[in-house]
């Protein structure tokens, strides 16, 4: 006896009509509530992004427009942000870098000046002027999980530490700009970075390093950073010039100063 | 005569009658050594090539000096299955898997630091006091030969571990071989065996590390400490310090005593630097490829002014009958250095055939006493510290925030006028010096006592110095200047007018002196002083 025979059995049964009912009922209801959930909070978060639009729009009038342009559109002194997204608003702003506190010749990172939701704010105005990429959520970034340690080193070591130094300390570029340090950068604006290239820095779209890659990089920063004084103190982890100046300093200052000691103590 | 004694003394009969070495140890045993800080310096360079010996020693126990291609798999887990080569990997083993590996990694390296740190420290004294004066031209020579080879040997030791920093130094090596006009890539191919970086670079390097050169560093030290032994040692100038006396203590007991405490402090110090301070942490720097390299990529110290140099080079170079020329490696990698150490080779040479010299010296000279010497040597130290200085430009615009690009600027400026801006400024204060102590000779010592005399005139009361003092400031012998003579005694004109012209004029530049002040000056004063 087949399933639909079985079926077929119970199709003249006097609840047959009811229970079918019943069940188109749950169906198309259900259909139709999760069709309707999904715009309407599309409508809702459209609602709060006019808001923080709007807001945004006022906070960039009053901190940024003076350099950036009443529309963003960019001026001698700052270029135009149109296009140029959340994620570089989140991380210009968040790491304290805009606004500027001179104009020198690289913003620093500095303890930002406008809340987290202020910056959202003010990231949702720019990204609202044109398509560009979206800020990174932290909480996604679960790159201890999803990051490969030893291939993000090889990543940083090829793409990363020719301008931040083979232990992610920064170094120095042309004309007084500089790669930061990146000991104590927040995973997600390493992220950010990596996708929107602030200030000398180039862009690595996924297509370069894909996200796996960048999570992985994130990884090796952090176990760098991490990574316990192994052979003793560090010096700054910037190579031989420190250990050049404690070998003269501590090193042959001590046995001069023992030196003359010496020759003292004989008379 | 005790049981103990009968028995040493049988023994040491015993060696006497078969060696003869009773006679000889007896008088090298008495050998006497002047007493001064400055002439430990050398002996910390000789303790620490002991220790780099023995540290060095133990690390080929476990060191394979192979660029074939391992995978990593050892306790370090950032590098975990990363491809490198086995010299990188054993570096890592010895880091992190052998007992004890890293502390003697580091000890080998601080000691490394330390050598050439103390071999230069010894180099300006000798320089400076004038040590490398007749009959010692020859030990000046071997010193040179040892600062030299230990800047070659540093760089062949940083650069085995085939780690991404030591890897950037190689090319750097390479490039500048490849400077060489014409045959400079033929040299660079032999040395790599064909194109960088090649498979038998660092096994090469490593015969050279480990048994060439220190073998030759053996040899020179030894035949520098005989010289020493058999010229003696100089000595300051002092009462009753003559050019034919060495005034000191014996070898036996004071300074087996004092350079066996003194090698112990020398290891200890090296000890605890590389139990405290991290050098060199190869494991943060990754395995080379030539496709990497780190921001603020460094040689060692020593390597540093050279380095400077280069990046101060501005990008010249000529293409010419198919050949390219690279100045801005050829002329900072090769032809200045070049210059700078043949000039320090010969140094004693051309000194003595300015000054027209040709005594031999014993007692050393104080620096002001000699102003000429004193200010060459401070304008080759400006030169080698704006070079050294450029050498860490980046560091110094990261951590000064400041423009790279103004660093080198103000090193390509100020190689050229800081060094001559030394020369006078040195001279000058070496004069002021000798003015000051003719002062302190002739009208004694300035008490700060202001005493009224009966007539209301105050004046200072100085107090005469000591005679020993007095010698000390006065004992030492002021060149003169060889008069330019451009006739015989027959009237007929002298060959080589120029050069002859041209040495008498360097001859009158090195005896520019404050006088001395003289006895007969000092009793006029006495006899009449107020």
Redesign the interface.
């Known amino acids: 006896m087949t399933p639909f025979a079985r079926a077929s059995k119970y199709r003249r049964h006097k609840f047959a009509g009811p229970v079918l009912v019943v069940a188109a009922l749950i169906t198309m209801g259900s259909a139709f509530s999760i069709a309707s959930a999904l715009p309407s909070a599309t409508k809702m978060s459209a609602a709060a992004t006019t808001t923080q639009i709007a807001e945004g729009k006022k906070i960039f009038a009053s901190g940024c427009s003076s350099c950036h342009g009443l529309n963003a559109e960019g001026s001698s002194i700052a270029p135009a942000l149109i296009g140029v997204g959340a994620a570089s608003v989140d991380f210009q702003v968040g790491t304290g870098r805009m606004p500027m506190a001179d104009m020198s010749?690289q913003a620093e990172r500095k303890p930002p000046k406008y809340n987290a939701a202020e910056t959202a704010a003010l990231a949702a105005y720019v990204a609202s002027l044109a398509p560009g990429p979206s800020a990174v959520d932290g909480a996604n970034l679960n790159y201890e999980r999803d990051g490969n340690?030893?291939q993000g080193?090889?990543l940083f070591?090829?793409n990363c530490?020719?301008?931040?130094?083979?232990?992610a300390?920064?170094?120095?570029?042309?004309?007084?700009k500089?790669?930061p340090t990146l000991m104590g950068v927040e995973p997600k604006y390493i992220y950010e970075a990596m996708i929107t290239g602030p200030q000398s820095m180039p862009i690595f779209s996924d297509k370069t390093i894909t996200p796996a890659e960048k999570l992985s990089i994130i990884k090796?920063i952090k176990?760098?950073q991490n990574?316990p004084?192994?052979?003793?103190?560090?010096?700054g982890?910037?190579?031989?010039?420190t250990?050049?100046l404690?070998?003269?300093l501590?090193?042959?200052g001590?046995?001069?100063g023992?030196?003359?000691w010496?020759?003292?103590k004989?008379? | 005569m005790s049981q103990k004694e009968r028995i040493i003394g049988g023994v040491a009969n015993y060696v006497d009658e078969r060696t003869g070495a009773a006679k000889w140890l007896n008088k090298n045993l008495k050998k006497v050594f002047p007493?001064?800080?400055?002439f430990?310096?050398g002996e910390?360079a000789l303790y620490s090539f002991i220790i780099l010996l023995l540290s060095g020693t133990f690390l080929t126990f476990w060191f394979d000096p192979s660029q074939r291609d391992v995978v990593y798999n050892g306790s370090y887990?950032?590098?975990?299955?990363?491809q490198m080569s086995a010299a990188y990997a054993s570096t890592l083993h010895i880091?992190?898997d052998v007992r004890g590996g890293?502390l003697m990694r580091?000890i080998h390296?601080?000691a490394a630091?330390?050598f050439m740190?103390?071999i230069i420290?010894h180099l300006l004294r000798v320089f400076f006091t004038g040590a490398f004066r007749k009959p010692r031209e020859a030990n000046w020579l071997i010193g040179v030969g040892l600062v030299t080879l230990g800047i070659v040997e540093g760089f062949l030791g940083y650069s085995l571990p085939d780690d991404?920093?030591s890897g950037t130094g190689i090319r750097i090596a390479e490039a500048i071989l490849q400077a060489i006009p014409v045959v400079g890539s033929y040299i660079a191919f032999f040395a790599f065996g064909g194109a960088f970086p090649g498979h038998v670079f660092i096994p090469r390097i490593y015969t050279v590390h480990v048994l060439l050169l220190p073998g030759a560093f053996l040899a020179l030290i030894t035949i520098h400490l005989m010289l020493v032994w058999y010229q003696k040692h100089t000595q300051y100038p002092g009462p009753g310090r003559t050019e034919k006396n060495v005034v000191g203590?014996p070898l036996m007991p004071?300074y087996m005593a004092?350079a066996g405490?003194?090698f112990g402090?020398?290891f200890g110090?090296?000890a605890f630097?590389?139990?405290?301070?991290?050098?060199?942490?190869i494991?943060?720097?990754?395995p080379y490829t030539p496709?990497?390299?780190?921001?603020?990529?460094?040689?060692?110290?020593y390597m540093?002014w050279l380095d400077g140099l280069v990046r101060m080079s501005p990008p010249l170079e000529t293409h010419a009958f198919g050949h390219t020329i690279s100045w801005n490696i050829l002329i900072p990698g090769l032809i200045v250095p070049g210059i700078l150490f043949t000039g320090m080779a010969l140094y004693p040479f051309i000194e003595s055939y300015i000054s027209g010299d040709k005594r031999e010296h014993h007692l050393l000279d104080r620096p002001r006493n000699v102003p000429n010497r004193t200010a060459l040597g401070a304008m080759s130290l400006t030169f080698m510290m704006v070079s050294l200085i450029n050498?860490?430009?980046?560091?110094i615009?990261?951590h000064f925030?400041?423009?790279?690009?103004?660093i080198m600027w103000m090193s390509r400026i100020g190689i050229f006028i800081l060094p001559p801006l030394a020369f006078v400024i040195t001279k000058r204060i070496c004069l002021s010096l000798q003015r000051a102590d003719r002062d302190l000779v002739l009208h004694g010592r300035e008490t700060g006592r202001l005493v009224m005399l009966p007539h209301g005139e105050f004046v200072e009361v100085h107090e005469p110095i000591s005679p020993e003092k007095a010698w000390t400031l006065t004992s030492h012998i002021q060149p003169v200047a060889i008069s330019h003579v451009t006739e015989d005694a027959n009237g007929v004109a002298k060959p080589k007018a120029l050069i002859n012209k041209l040495r008498s004029r360097m001859s009158s530049a090195n005896a520019e002196q404050a006088p001395a002040a003289t006895i007969s000056e000092a009793k006029e004063l006495e006899g009449g002083h107020h």
């Open positions: 010749q340690t030893a080193g090889e070591r090829t530490a020719m301008c931040h130094n083979f232990a300390q920064g170094g120095a570029l042309s004309q007084g500089y790669a090796w176990a760098a990574e004084a192994l052979g003793g103190a560090t010096t982890r910037v190579g031989p010039v250990e050049g404690l070998a003269w501590l090193g042959l001590s046995l001069i023992i030196a003359v010496l020759a003292t004989a008379r | 007493d001064h800080w400055s430990m310096l910390v887990m950032p590098l975990q299955h990363v880091s992190f890293l580091q390296h601080w630091l330390l740190a103390s420290a991404l920093l203590y004071v004092k405490g003194f402090i020398v110090v090296t630097l590389g139990a405290v301070a991290s050098i060199n942490p494991w943060l720097y990754g496709g990497q390299i780190s921001a603020g990529s460094q040689p060692d110290f540093g050498g860490g430009n980046d560091l615009a990261t925030h400041m423009s790279i690009n103004q």
